[in-house]
């Protein structure tokens, strides 16, 4: 495919503006040929009517509809695969076989969605039958199920070129959900964004859907995206990034004249306990992993271990030792953008100024691009609880070191934590039972929950659950990866006294879509009566 630089809008190009911009090649600082321009106000306009009008069409098709559609757009994207992943290992510097992983993740979950609404009880349909008999007052007949919202906003991640990008998680449970995607693609890889934008445009087309079911607008910078998010007609919107992006875009989506749902996930510094017993026999396992763990991807993965607590005393002297010497041995990273390497080295700098904090190993570099080193820090629970700042996220190959002397002060600084996506544990069946009370603490705290293993990676599956309470999400009942991120983009609706005929699919009383319904409080995908026996 050819790259044009120009937004998607529907089935047509947009325009060559003035506001110009170019992806940078993180290894080598060089900047890429293709010019790249930002929507403009008519265009941002153009393409939220078009998604508004294709929505009263788009969220009425029938799952199985639906189901090709995301098969097709999956189809399309592993036919040009090869060159999506050559443009992208230029915009982000990402090895290759991380890329290729990317587009088997992104196929997955776009065929997972596949299932989930081909399958159609998602919906979740309950009826409840009417009781003409019933006294004082007669029961009516009372139905509902999940609908879609309307057109939908999703922002670009830095970090995910492909996984939380055009056709990521985000895309493919929105679309699922039956609502339009007007997607604002990310600067720092817009030909990665706009060769995806173009499979998934190509499927729209293939399947006889609504131009307005997708659109893609490029922005280089901010202006986009806030117009987007404020427009009338949006009715949803989900977001990857910095905490401070999300906390504005969150005001600017809950102070609209009609406030709408707004899913951020936003910095999370995922907090690993390593317990005595596990420590004592498996310190250098964990060291190794740990490390691993940290500088996987060049530290930027929104669930890198960034704070690890240690027991104090003899047994982590070979964990100490393993630790210092993977990082001193460490190999240059190169970030993603400029921004995030200014950001990671002024973090640095902020943590060797800190007189609680202690500089344990650190591998500086001076490659071109946007290179870095990793780095471990150290300090001690009582800092940890007087300095909440020490806690916040450095997005990069760093993670702090915090060393507890007892049980009580391990606990007291598990209580003081903020939300988190994700917590690690490190233990032995001895360790689990004397720390059962630190696995209630964190149950409260992050959404998903890691025995004797490592945060970095996460599974696309109906179980995972990939979100937390504030502020590693906006929404901490809801989840990004998974089939649950689905209903992120529904709300309920009800129907009471409705005839058969003028009833969805999944509600009508033969069940012509077979799915599971909850039919007066059971489970069954029989075909009813229309009134109770």
């Known amino acids: 495919m050819k790259l044009t630089g120009k937004s998607i809008i529907g089935f047509r ?18 900047r890429l040929p293709q010019d790249f321009f930002s929507a403009s106000p008519q265009e941002i306009d153009t393409a939220v009517n078009l998604a508004h009008e294709a929505f009263a069409i788009y969220s009425r098709i029938s799952g199985r509809e639906k189901a090709v559609f995301l098969r097709a757009i999956a189809t399309n994207i592993e036919a040009i695969a090869n060159e999506i992943i050559e443009l992208a290992e230029a915009e982000t510097a990402l090895p290759k076989a991380r890329l290729q992983g990317e587009v088997g993740r992104t196929c997955g979950q776009l065929r997972l969605f596949a299932q989930v609404v081909e399958e159609g009880s998602w919906t979740t349909p309950r009826i409840d039958r009417a009781d003409p008999d019933r006294k004082p007052a007669p029961k009516p007949d009372i139905r509902s199920m999940l609908r879609s919202l309307g057109p939908v906003v999703v922002f670009g991640a830095s970090n995910f070129p492909l996984a939380f990008s055009v056709a990521g998680g985000d895309t493919a449970s929105a679309l699922a959900a039956g609502n339009p995607v007007i997607f604002k693609a990310h600067p720092a890889h817009p030909g990665t964004s706009e060769l995806v934008g173009q499979a998934l445009r190509d499927a729209v087309r293939e399947c006889n859907l609504p131009k307005g079911v997708f659109s893609l607008l490029f922005d280089r910078g901010n202006e986009v995206g806030t117009a987007l998010l404020k427009h009338p007609l949006v009715k949803a919107a989900a977001f990857t990034g910095s905490r401070l992006a999300g ?3 969150m005001g600017i989506a809950a102070g609209r004249p009609e406030p709408i749902p707004f899913y951020a996930e936003m910095s999370s510094v995922n907090p690993v306990f390593i317990l005595p017993e596990a420590l004592r026999h498996h310190a250098e396992t964990i060291a190794s992993g740990l490390h691993i763990s940290f500088t996987l991807g060049a530290g930027q993965f929104c669930t890198k271990p960034g704070m690890v607590f240690l027991p104090e005393g003899e047994d982590a002297s070979s964990f100490l030792t393993q630790l210092q010497k993977s990082v001193g041995g460490s190999s240059p990273f190169h970030l993603l953008t400029g921004a995030i390497q200014s950001s990671y080295r002024s973090g640095l700098v902020a943590r060797k100024a800190k007189k609680s904090l202690r500089l344990l190993a650190e591998n500086q570099h001076s490659d071109p691009g946007q290179s870095v080193g990793a780095a471990l820090f150290e300090t001690d629970a009582h800092s940890l609880l007087k300095d909440p700042e020490l806690a916040e996220e450095i997005f990069g190959p760093a993670t702090l ?6 049980r009580n002060e391990l606990l007291e600084a598990a209580r003081s934590l903020e939300g988190h996506l994700t917590a690690t ?8 039972d004397d720390f059962s009370d630190l696995i ?20 696309v599956s109906h179980a995972m659950v990939h979100g937390g309470p504030y502020p590693a999400t906006s929404d901490g009942r ?3 990866v998974g089939s649950q991120a689905i209903f992120r983009f529904a709300r309920p609706v009800c129907y009471q006294g409705f005839p058969n005929a003028a009833l969805p699919e999944e509600l009508k009383d033969d069940n012509p879509s077979n799915v599971w319904r909850m039919v007066d409080g059971e489970m069954t995908r029989e075909p009813i009566s229309r009134t109770q026996k």
């Open 13 to 30: 190009e947009g325009a060559a503006g003035s506001e110009d911009f170019h992806a940078t090649n993180p290894k080598t600082g060089e």
């Open 247 to 249: 906390k504005i875009l």
């Open 401 to 406: 070191l915090v060393r507890h002397s007892d």
């Open 425 to 432: 544990i490190h233990g032995t069946e001895q360790d689990l």
């Open 440 to 459: 209630a603490i964190l149950e409260r705290k992050v959404g998903r929950l890691v025995l004797n293993g490592f945060p970095t990676g996460v599974e």
């Open 478 to 480: 809801s989840t990004s």
